[in-house]
């Protein structure tokens, strides 16, 4: 439930919400009624700074297990030993690795591991990685309660044009929709900034998959669609949340493994990408927090 442009304004003032406190009333009202009204409006929950510290320490260390994973990944591995290491660096940080038994059926490893014509949600196995493959790695981890989510494509040796094409605007689309995020800037935004710039490269937004807050849970409100939408939910200071774009080279819809209920392929079979962050909204703007720490 969200509230659009004429609906009366949530202060009370009796305004609609354009005339009133559009859209720059998250920076107008103080922190705590601005978080009991996004609980209630939204089921958005605004983190305080005690939190945000939780969250960024643990997408740290999400962050620097995924870069050394991504380090591992060459030709000849198998993304099952990217799981088997994933296990054991899970372990060395104390850290409890968020996709083991998630969800129904339960996801059967510690990551996800998504080769070419993989959207999202590949279950690592015993399959080689071979020279032209590409690859996202997706990691979240829990620690304390807390949870961080990232993910980021390799390439092994040189893939065709089409797979470099779908990794290249796939992590230009984040970075674009990453510099949207800001106090007052609505959720819609996200998806206006991805969609406009794969088009114009002639790629196409998975709209069956999409981010989501992610903090206190693995999946939170709000969803954060990488495609146009018309979420009228302003951004405001505390919220965390991932902004994972899934670019296809070919059409758009993707297709669920009916053995293993997880595996989402591109119908076309044409390669797809994805790159994820978490990101926290600042006073000012927004802040990364999936950045690995410094080797
Ligand atoms: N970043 C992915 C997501 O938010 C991670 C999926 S893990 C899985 O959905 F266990 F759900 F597959
Ligand atoms: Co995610």
């Given at each position: 439930?969200?509230?659009?442009?004429n609906?009366?304004?949530?202060?009370?003032?009796?305004?609609?919400?354009?005339?009133?406190?559009?859209?720059?009333?998250p920076?107008?009202?103080?922190?705590?009624?601005?978080?009991?009204?996004?609980?209630?409006?939204?089921?958005?929950v605004l983190?305080?700074?005690?939190q945000?510290?939780?969250?960024?320490?643990i997408?740290r260390?999400?962050?620097g297990?995924?870069d050394?994973?991504?380090?591992?990944?060459?030709a000849?591995?198998?993304?099952?030993?990217?799981?088997?290491?994933?296990r054991k660096l899970h372990?060395?940080?104390?850290?409890?690795?968020?996709?083991?038994?998630?969800?129904?059926?339960?996801?059967?490893?510690?990551?996800?591991?998504?080769l070419?014509?993989v959207?999202?949600?590949?279950?690592p196995?015993?399959?080689?990685?071979?020279?032209?493959?590409?690859?996202?790695?997706d990691?979240?981890?829990?620690l304390?309660?807390?949870f961080?989510?990232?993910?980021?494509?390799?390439a092994?040796?040189?893939?065709?044009?089409?797979?470099?094409l779908?990794?290249?605007v796939?992590?230009?689309?984040?970075?674009?929709?990453?510099?949207?995020?800001?106090?007052?800037?609505?959720?819609?935004?996200?998806?206006?900034?991805i969609?406009d710039?794969?088009?114009?490269k002639?790629?196409?937004?998975?709209?069956q998959?999409?981010?989501?807050g992610?903090?206190?849970?693995?999946?939170?409100p709000?969803?954060?669609?990488?495609?146009?939408?018309?979420?009228?939910?302003?951004?405001?200071?505390?919220m965390?949340?991932?902004?994972?774009?899934?670019?296809?080279?070919?059409?758009r819809d993707?297709?669920?493994?009916?053995?293993?209920?997880?595996t989402?392929?591109?119908k076309?079979?044409?390669?797809?990408?994805?790159?994820?962050?978490t990101?926290?909204?600042?006073?000012?703007?927004s802040?990364i927090?999936?950045?690995?720490?410094?080797?």
């Amino acid at each position: 439930m969200h509230i659009t442009r004429n609906d009366p304004c949530w202060c009370g003032s009796g305004k609609k919400w354009k005339k009133c406190h559009y859209p720059k009333a998250p920076l107008t009202i103080d922190p705590l009624t601005l978080a009991k009204r996004y609980l209630k409006q939204y089921g958005i929950v605004l983190k305080t700074a005690p939190q945000i510290d939780k969250i960024r320490h643990i997408c740290r260390i999400t962050a620097g297990i995924l870069d050394q994973l991504c380090q591992s990944a060459r030709a000849g591995v198998t993304t099952l030993e990217l799981d088997e290491l994933s296990r054991k660096l899970h372990k060395e940080k104390g850290v409890i690795p968020a996709p083991l038994n998630y969800g129904y059926p339960p996801f059967p490893k510690t990551i996800c591991t998504s080769l070419n014509e993989v959207i999202c949600h590949g279950i690592p196995e015993n399959r080689v990685l071979k020279d032209g493959d590409i690859m996202n790695i997706d990691v979240s981890c829990i620690l304390d309660g807390y949870f961080g989510d990232c993910s980021r494509m390799v390439a092994i040796g040189e893939p065709p044009k089409e797979s470099q094409l779908v990794m290249d605007v796939s992590k230009e689309c984040l970075a674009r929709a990453i510099s949207v995020c800001k106090p007052g800037a609505f959720i819609w935004e996200i998806g206006q900034a991805i969609e406009d710039y794969a088009t114009t490269k002639n790629c196409s937004v998975v709209n069956q998959f999409v981010g989501h807050g992610v903090g206190l849970a693995f999946h939170e409100p709000p969803e954060i669609p990488h495609h146009y939408n018309g979420i009228e939910i302003p951004m405001a200071p505390g919220m965390t949340f991932t902004i994972e774009p899934m670019i296809n080279a070919g059409v758009r819809d993707a297709v669920i493994d009916s053995t293993d209920s997880w595996t989402a392929r591109t119908k076309d079979g044409r390669a797809s990408a994805q790159w994820e962050h978490t990101l926290v909204i600042t006073e000012t703007g927004s802040e990364i927090l999936t950045h690995p720490p410094k080797r």
